[in-house]
């Protein structure tokens, strides 16, 4: 029987990178509908948990995805709203990679030092990738996370909503430009950016000399880089003392992540991957 996902993608068209990943992780058919919304759903979920005997169940599978995070996160209750008894597939959220990406970045800052107790800044946090980094940071025993935001109604919208999702707090801020930022990193002792492509938001001046800061990480891939003087290279590599990590530099463990969680979604047909089982995995791995 082919293994069948579907992928439901909140962005006008599907990603292609998420449809290749999904090919690699063994779907035989991916089939994606892009401009999804919660009120567009229900058929398509009905399709897809109607239509096979039980034990067959496990080999239909549901992907969302795209780059609106409360739009992914509302589609996600729209679907469990639709399951009762076994009338259930697996299914995975990952809009824009959040959760795949920074579980790869936070499991590998874990790896090379000790988050506990720790205050940990995530720079441009608002986003997908930053508002389930500091999620992750926090529940890896960070004392404090700071979300920064260009204005403050973001951040603090983006700590509402994530208080709301997990029940943890983290700490909004605003930091409008670099001075203001260099200055919210001291007493920092982790610090990760991410924010949109192609943006500095700090440079290296403003980093290297801080002597609180152990471990730095940075999910920007097109240049310049969101923390000046890194390499989206680094691997864990020590720079002015401090440990870094680029984002192709975690970005294997990413592939290697979002590609085994894929597969799990056909093992059984009653996952749900999210943030939590996503982070837990990628701790595994990492």
Same mark, same amino acid.
């Given at each position: 029987?082919?293994?069948?996902?579907?992928?439901?993608?909140?962005? %006008?068209?599907?990603?292609?990178?998420?449809?290749?990943?999904?090919?690699?992780?063994?779907?035989?058919?991916?089939?994606?509908?892009?401009?999804?919304? /919660? &009120?567009?759903?229900?058929?398509?979920?009905?399709?897809?948990?109607?239509?096979?005997?039980?034990?067959?169940?496990?080999?239909?599978?549901?992907?969302?995805?795209?780059?609106?995070?409360?739009?992914?996160?509302?589609?996600?209750?729209?679907?469990?709203?639709?399951?009762?008894?076994?009338?259930?597939?697996?299914?995975?959220?990952?809009?824009?990679?959040?959760?795949?990406?920074? *579980? *790869?970045?936070?499991?590998?800052?874990?790896?090379?030092?000790?988050?506990?107790?720790?205050?940990?800044?995530?720079?441009?946090? %608002?986003?997908?990738?930053?508002?389930?980094?500091?999620?992750?940071?926090?529940?890896?025993?960070?004392?404090?996370?700071?979300?920064?935001?260009?204005?403050?109604?973001?951040?603090?919208?983006?700590?509402?909503?994530?208080?709301?999702?997990?029940?943890?707090?983290?700490?909004?801020?605003?930091?409008?430009?670099?001075?203001?930022?260099?200055?919210? !990193?001291?007493? *920092?002792? !982790?610090?990760?950016? %991410?924010?949109?492509?192609?943006?500095?938001?700090?440079?290296?001046?403003?980093?290297? &000399?801080?002597?609180?800061?152990?471990?730095? *990480?940075?999910? $920007?891939?097109?240049? /310049?880089?969101?923390?000046?003087?890194? &390499?989206?290279?680094?691997?864990?590599?020590?720079?002015?003392?401090?440990?870094?990590?680029?984002?192709?530099?975690?970005? $294997?463990?990413?592939?290697?992540?979002?590609?085994?969680?894929?597969?799990?979604?056909?093992?059984?047909?009653?996952?749900?991957?999210?943030?939590?089982?996503?982070?837990?995995?990628?701790?595994?791995?990492?």
């Amino acid at each position: 029987m082919k293994k069948l996902l579907f992928q439901f993608d909140t962005d %006008t068209h599907p990603s292609v990178f998420d449809t290749v990943v999904a090919y690699d992780a063994g779907a035989d058919q991916v089939i994606g509908y892009g401009g999804m919304t /919660p &009120d567009k759903i229900g058929s398509l979920v009905e399709g897809a948990i109607f239509t096979r005997a039980p034990k067959d169940k496990k080999n239909t599978a549901l992907f969302i995805g795209g780059g609106d995070m409360a739009t992914g996160q509302a589609l996600l209750q729209a679907i469990k709203d639709r399951f009762f008894g076994n009338f259930r597939v697996s299914v995975m959220l990952d809009s824009n990679g959040s959760n795949t990406t920074a *579980a *790869a970045a936070v499991a590998k800052l874990a790896s090379s030092g000790s988050i506990a107790g720790k205050k940990a800044v995530v720079l441009a946090g %608002t986003g997908p990738v930053g508002q389930r980094a500091a999620i992750m940071l926090s529940m890896e025993g960070a004392a404090e996370v700071i979300v920064t935001s260009r204005q403050l109604p973001q951040a603090e919208k983006v700590c509402h909503d994530m208080k709301l999702r997990f029940g943890i707090e983290l700490n909004p801020a605003a930091a409008p430009d670099m001075e203001t930022r260099a200055k919210l !990193i001291e007493g *920092a002792h !982790i610090v990760f950016a %991410t924010g949109a492509a192609g943006v500095e938001l700090l440079r290296e001046e403003h980093w290297r &000399d801080n002597p609180t800061l152990e471990l730095i *990480a940075d999910a $920007n891939t097109t240049p /310049p880089l969101g923390i000046g003087g890194m &390499d989206m290279m680094d691997r864990g590599i020590l720079r002015h003392g401090k440990i870094s990590w680029g984002a192709l530099g975690f970005g $294997n463990l990413k592939l290697a992540l979002q590609r085994a969680c894929i597969a799990r979604l056909f093992e059984q047909n009653d996952l749900i991957l999210d943030a939590e089982e996503i982070f837990k995995t990628a701790k595994e791995m990492a």
